[in-house]
């Protein structure tokens, strides 16, 4: 890591450090559904949801979740 980046996380919050982290878990769901959808387009949005929610569950290892 930069140490311009490790002084500017050090000078947050803790509010800030949390919500840095909220956003991107956020960002990364929003990521898996685009992904997942892409990969079966027939799917419904329940079905798109339970396997983010799988992905999530058992730590986002894709090894895991997939033969690679």
């Known amino acids: 890591m930069d140490p311009d980046d490790i002084k ?3 000078a947050m919050t803790l ?4 919500k840095r982290g ?3 878990m956020e960002q990364a769901r929003q990521f898996k559904i685009a992904s997942v959808r892409v990969h ?3 799917w419904s949005d329940e079905k798109v949801m339970n396997e983010v929610r799988r992905w999530i ?3 986002m290892k894709p090894e ?4 690679l």
């Open 8 to 10: 500017a996380l050090r």
């Open 15 to 18: 509010a800030q450090r949390l």
């Open 22 to 24: 909220l956003d991107f």
């Open 40 to 42: 079966h387009p027939g």
């Open 57 to 59: 569950r058992n730590g």
């Open 64 to 67: 895991e979740l997939y033969e």
